[in-house]
């Protein structure tokens, strides 16, 4: 869950924030509605960004070179931008692993019989809990306005301005090329600085809390966790 990504610290220093800025940009299902997370209204303070579906070359994946699900600007919004958030065309492909379930795609029976079809399965890693909603919020971490509201650091937006949106780890040069796995790989690394003490040249690139990833999987870790009563879920 949070363990697998954050420092113990992180959730009250910046992880909370990022999730209620999250909480903040939708309405719940109402209460009796049936669907997963229902819950009663709440005032809402959403992001100003254009959310469009689109392919472009910014689409293309900037490690691999495949294609990319979503891409969302990370650079702050003015009075002559506003920042977009733009759903490639294979975030729409029927079978695409990432995005073809939502949360209500199969039932939480707990325990379920082997033949059963339930999300609580036993023995399941974390590609079997994809869900589209987890693209939705690892975009939603790059965007200036929900680092600025989780407090986390600036750093150059790569066109002559500032931003406080999250990054990516699993671009880097020397990290898996899966956001998920990556996301874990960063939170080992920095383990591994702390009870190490290892000098600074040996340090990630960036701390937990910059990468867009960590939100997105611990808050899947947490909801599949809580719904079928798992100690764990293994990465991939």
Not at 3 to 10: A, K, V
Not at 185 to 193: I, Y
Not at 206 to 221: C, G, H, L
Request: glycine share 6%.
């Amino acid at each position: 869950m949070f363990s697998n990504y954050f420092q113990p610290y992180d959730y009250v220093t910046g992880v909370e924030a990022m999730l209620d800025a999250f909480g903040q940009q939708w309405q719940p299902p109402a209460p009796g509605s049936g669907q997963s997370g229902e819950d009663s209204p709440i005032i809402l303070s959403r992001f100003n960004i254009h959310i469009t579906c689109e392919d472009s070359d910014s689409c293309a994946h900037p490690k691999s070179g495949t294609k990319s699900l979503a891409v969302t600007d990370s650079d702050a919004a003015n009075s002559s931008f506003v920042p977009k958030m733009r759903f490639c065309p294979q975030f729409f492909v029927k079978n695409e692993p990432h995005t073809k379930n939502n949360l209500d795609s199969l039932p939480y029976i707990q325990n379920p019989r082997r033949r059963q079809s339930s999300w609580c399965k036993p023995g399941r890693e974390f590609r079997d809990f994809e869900v589209a909603g987890i693209t939705v919020l690892h975009e939603l971490s790059h965007l200036n306005e929900a680092g600025r509201r989780a407090n986390l650091e600036s750093r150059d937006d790569g066109h002559g301005g500032q931003t406080q949106g999250s990054e990516d780890i699993y671009v880097q040069i020397d990290y898996v090329d899966d956001p998920q796995a990556a996301a874990r790989q960063l939170h080992n690394r920095w383990l591994d600085v702390f009870n190490k003490n290892l000098p600074r040249d040996q340090w990630p690139p960036f701390i937990e809390m910059q990468n867009a990833e960590s939100y997105a999987a611990s808050v899947a870790e947490w909801w599949f966790m809580s719904k079928c009563n798992f100690d764990s879920i293994e990465g991939n």
